[in-house]
């Protein structure tokens, strides 16, 4: 009876709090429609807007936009009265086009501050004629003496109709706390408890045993795109080795890189840096099989007729795919179908599809990625969604989502919209990655914020599982040294620096002991290690092992394959399983040896109570203890 009676109040708890707290207020005014009148919406441009009782997409009205004479003709309400600056709002929108041709619908914030005009774009996407289609962005608004901030839907060509229904502008987020929120994620989705139990060869526990954990690499990708015309400097790999664990070819691996005129293969140069990875046990993400923008077709496939063409790709994937089969991780198959469509365009939209499910074919490990710019730099997350929803639709295997973050000289990368864009593209379960990152800014320490504040709220996000910086060197990088983390010199600058702490901060090297009963408990980030165990008298044992992502504590147990037969008395110094005269010899010895730091016969040192030639921590170790096993024993 009493378990009911708890039953029935946490429903009803549940069912209060789900009363009490309010939903999120829509700062639009009739932003459905259903009063059955424009209300505080107006046309925006030589258009007509009616609101309409057919083909809502819920409720019993939606907004008609038709007469259209100019491509940003649409439907427009101010907000200038009721956004505040400095705030984010996530602003959405259900859209539905006329006609027959898909065509780009499109948010934008006409901005008026001081005068001056801005049209700020909220998002975009290319929206098929006939169907309800959702379009979202967050937006921040700035300025310092708005008198203009009118929130419209436009995009179709003049004369395109379009329906518009539910908009809504909601606030949401704040910088204020941004990096306390994405460190507390880090700490919940990027480590592990690990509990490493050392034991002899009876299972017993090993008390005080030495512990030394080193990571040697991370579960999550981080690494840089690498170029064959700096091979040759010897600080150039050597930074690469130091600082990143990934790489992706610059141009190698790119179709008018290997086959520069018809027939003519040659993967000599991306062979090299392949080896280079090997060698130093650094993975390689593929970029890229085929590219979409007609200008980095390779110039004799431009020339070529549709059956040439056809033919033309089937031997390029034969090539490329079977060439790079098994050292590629990631291949990018089509790369930039958002601002590019040469393959679409002369060979049918099917060829994307098929471009992909050949690849499957000719190599089933590689993971598949597609790949494109302006997704979390810029507005168009929205074209990309309904892009690769499109593909997976058709049944293209995609296996990753690759997003380029290239910020320009007038863009910061902002935290929560950052954020909100990487929510945005995790509906689809699939891993995400930073394929492609650079921040071009003049001020080296804006160009440090911004790398930090990219790299740590990617590194936060669940979906997110790797980051390639696109160069690292002033004197290689494709945008020049305003971009780079590495001068022209060799000095590491600050973005370098930046770089190089949070790989400090997101790595863990520890250690300790193992307690009375013979454990030793950390915290650790996602990766590879290096475990060291040392007890006195015996060499120490090493493990490497794996901490990777998962539900629970990870448990290593270790064990000490040497003569410790029985668990070890803390005062034992010299391992007879007694306390005595000769323990406190040597603990006399260590003490002396402490105090006056001198030799004593055949140069041996008074305080190196194991004899390897040194006074260390594992000296430290035997002397606590024989400092615990004599409270031990006084109890």
Not at 290 to 309: I, K, Q
Request: hydrophobic residues 35%; aromatic residues 12%.
């Amino acid at each position: 009876m009493r378990k009911c009676i708890s039953l029935f109040i946490l429903i009803f708890m549940f069912f209060l709090s789900s009363v009490l707290v309010p939903a999120a207020e829509n700062l639009l005014t009739n932003p459905g429609f259903e009063t059955g009148s424009l209300g505080d919406w107006f046309n925006y441009g030589d258009c007509s807007v009616t609101v309409v009782q057919y083909a809502p997409r819920s409720g019993n009205y939606c907004a008609y936009i038709s007469n259209r004479t100019e491509d940003w003709n649409g439907v427009a309400q101010e907000l200038v009265d009721r956004l505040q600056t400095g705030k984010y709002y996530n602003i959405t929108a259900w859209v539905k086009l006329e006609g027959s041709q898909p065509a780009d619908i499109i948010m934008t914030v006409r901005r008026t501050d001081n005068g001056e005009t801005n049209f700020d774009r909220i998002t975009s996407s290319t929206v098929r004629p006939g169907e309800w289609v959702e379009i979202s962005g967050v937006y921040k608004v700035e300025g310092s003496s708005l008198s203009e901030l009118q929130l419209y839907v436009e995009g179709p060509p003049a004369g395109i109709s379009f329906y518009v229904d539910d908009v809504s502008v909601i606030e949401v987020g704040s910088l204020e706390n941004w990096k306390e929120e994405a460190n507390e994620r880090i700490e919940r989705i990027r480590k592990r408890d690990v509990q490493i139990r050392v034991v002899d060869r009876n299972n017993n526990p090993v008390p005080y045993a030495g512990i030394d954990v080193r990571q040697l690499r991370h579960h999550f990708g981080f690494g840089s795109a690498i170029a064959i015309n700096a091979m040759h400097i010897p600080n150039y790999t050597e930074f690469f080795k130091e600082n990143f664990e990934w790489a992706v070819f610059e141009n190698e691996a790119k179709w008018y890189a290997n086959e520069p005129s018809p027939g003519n293969v040659d993967y000599s140069d991306a062979d090299r840096l392949y080896q280079f990875c090997e060698e130093n046990g650094i993975k390689v993400r593929g970029h890229c099989i085929f590219w979409a923008v007609d200008e980095h077709v390779p110039g004799w496939v431009r020339s070529l007729n549709t059956e040439e063409l056809r033919r033309a790709v089937d031997n390029r994937l034969e090539s490329a795919v079977r060439h790079w089969d098994g050292k590629f991780l990631h291949w990018d198959v089509n790369n930039e179908m958002l601002h590019g469509d040469f393959f679409a365009r002369n060979l049918g939209e099917e060829i994307r599809v098929y471009m992909y499910k050949r690849t499957r074919e000719l190599d089933p490990d590689v993971k598949l990625f597609v790949n494109d710019y302006n997704v979390i730099s810029y507005s168009e997350t929205d074209a990309y969604i309904r892009q690769i929803r499109d593909l997976l639709e058709q049944g293209a295997p995609i296996d990753g989502i690759g997003v380029q973050g290239h910020y320009d000289s007038s863009t910061i990368v902002d935290p929560v919209v950052l954020k909100s864009r990487l929510d945005r593209l995790a509906q689809f379960n699939l891993p995400i990655w930073v394929s492609e990152y650079d921040s071009t800014k003049s001020d080296v320490r804006q160009r440090a914020d911004d790398l930090e504040t990219l790299y740590r709220v990617a590194f936060s996000h669940p979906a997110v599982e790797g980051i390639m910086m696109w160069g690292f060197w002033a004197g290689n990088h494709w945008r020049g040294s305003d971009a780079a983390i590495v001068d022209y010199d060799w000095t590491v600058n600050e973005a370098g620096k930046r770089y190089q702490e949070l790989m400090k901060e997101w790595r863990t090297n520890v250690s300790g002991e193992t307690g009375r009963d013979g454990i030793f408990e950390l915290r650790a980030f996602h990766g590879n290690y290096e475990i060291s165990v040392s007890v006195p008298g015996q060499q120490a044992v090493v493990r490497n092992v794996d901490i990777e992502p998962g539900e629970g504590p990870v448990e290593i147990v270790i064990n000490i394959d040497g003569e410790i037969v029985e668990p070890v008395l803390p005062g034992d110094l010299n391992g007879d399983r007694l306390i005595d005269s000769s323990d406190y010899i040597l603990f006399r010895r260590y003490l002396i040896g402490l105090i006056n730091d001198f030799p004593v016969e055949n140069d041996e040192l008074a305080a190196d109570l194991n004899k390897d030639g040194s006074i260390n921590s594992l000296d430290y170790i035997i002397l606590r203890r024989y400092l615990l096993g004599l409270i031990e024993d006084l109890k």
